[in-house]
T-cell receptor, first 113, second 109 residues
């Protein structure tokens, strides 16, 4: 099992550019999440999904969009990147009955200049 | 005030030492509590759950004090491999899982 994988691992964008981060999990988990992690702050939830075709906003959703067309994949999009979106992005998944037991991907380090 | 607060550290301890981390949370309705571990430039991983009765996993002991709204993690006989950031995590119900900013631990030979 690969667990949770993320692509790309690193990316540098210019302000105003767009990109999509891909997350994939092979554990058949129902729930998936996107977080960002900034120095001195805890992980903050951007969006989450409780199943294929459903998404919901988390704590810091502005500037991001998500889609979950397949159970195993969860995409995070930045339509017009801003320097404030420079961060490390983590995807996670969890079983339905144990949402606290989250399995994280290795992260994507994004820099917006 | 942050919903989950931790001392950022770093804690620098020699091998074999006992070290304790505390974490406070603000929402008295919080339901479940956990410690995650995050190695440098890696993803967080679940370390252990925290129960009111306390729970132990080898050299690690976690405690919850609901009255004072704090959680603790005790590491005995520290190893070099324990060097990491320890994240306090609180679930207030459903999907509202709050991660603390973490406490950094350096264990030195």
């Amino acid at each position: 099992n690969a667990g949770v994988t993320q692509t790309p691992k690193f990316r540098v964008l210019k302000t105003g550019q767009s990109m999509t981060l891909l997350c994939a999990q092979d554990m058949n988990h129902e729930y998936m999440y996107w977080y960002r992690q900034d120095p001195g702050m805890g992980l903050r939830l951007i969006h989450y999904s409780v199943g294929e075709g459903t998404t919901a906003k988390g704590e810091v959703p502005d500037g991001y969009n998500v889609s979950r067309l397949k159970k195993q994949n969860f995409l995070l999009g930045l339509e017009s990147a801003a320097p404030s979106q420079t961060s490390v992005y983590f995807c996670a998944s969890s079983p339905k009955v144990r949402t606290f037991e989250q399995y994280f991907g290795p992260g994507t380090r994004l820099t917006v200049t | 005030r942050k919903e989950v607060e931790q001392d950022p550290g770093p804690f620098n301890v020699p091998e074999g030492a006992t070290v304790a981390f505390n974490c406070t949370y603000s929402n008295s309705a919080s339901q479940s509590f956990f410690w995650y571990r995050q190695d440098c430039r890696k993803e967080p991983k679940l370390l252990m759950s925290v129960y009111s009765s306390g729970n132990e996993d080898g050299r690690f002991t976690a405690q919850l004090n609901r009255a004072s709204q704090y959680i603790s993690l005790l590491i005995r006989d520290s190893k070099l491999s324990d060097s990491a950031t320890y994240l306090c995590v609180v679930n207030t119900g459903g999907f509202k899982t709050i991660f603390g900013a973490g406490t950094r631990l350096f264990v030195k030979a």
